[in-house]
């Protein structure tokens, strides 16, 4: 695959919070899921270890080593859409205590997926020639899995 715009990128969001049966492609791909629609910006995905530090008194330089990682999260900006399945189900995740599950279907075909915990979903009201839009945020439990076609 070489480099490409977003444009043409989909985000879905799992239609339940059941978990997949595994948390490989195959596991992620049997779930069902639905398109959060009118997305405006997918926001980013990151991962950071924290780092651990040692300074041992008998040699002058500090050691770092990697600690815990964190899997991030990814905030989505979209314009509102009250009757959008996909929004809907981001809004009644807000709601749960429990991992729901996620797809990027990039237009090359490639999928990522992952689970996390909607944290938010906010309506988003500006000036009056601005669209209403929403803001959510995913706070992410797994390690992503790639599916490279």
């Known amino acids: 695959m070489t480099v490409s715009t977003n ?10 919070a059941t978990p997949p049966a595994t948390y490989d492609a195959a596991g ?3 779930l069902t899921y639905a398109e959060v629609g009118e997305i405006t910006d997918l926001g980013t995905l990151a991962s950071e270890y924290a780092i651990t530090e040692h ?13 815990t990682r964190d899997n991030g999260s990814q905030d989505l900006t979209l314009g ?3 009757v959008d399945a996909g929004q809907v189900v981001m809004q009644s995740a807000l709601l749960s205590d429990s991992n729901y599950h996620f797809k990027i279907l ?3 075909g490639d999928i990522i997926y992952y689970s996390g915990l909607v944290t938010k979903f906010d309506i988003v009201f500006g000036a009056a020639d601005d ?13 992503r899995v790639y599916d490279a076609v």
Request: no cysteine; net charge positive.
């Open 106 to 108: 990039l237009k090359s």
């Open 80 to 82: 509102f859409d009250s």
């Open 131 to 143: 669209v209403v839009g929403a803001e959510t945020s995913v706070a992410i439990n797994k390690t």
């Open 7 to 16: 444009a043409g990128n989909k985000f879905y969001v799992s239609t339940t």
């Open 55 to 67: 300074n041992p008194i008998g040699d002058r330089n500090l050691q770092k080593l990697k600690g």
């Open 28 to 30: 992620y791909a049997a």
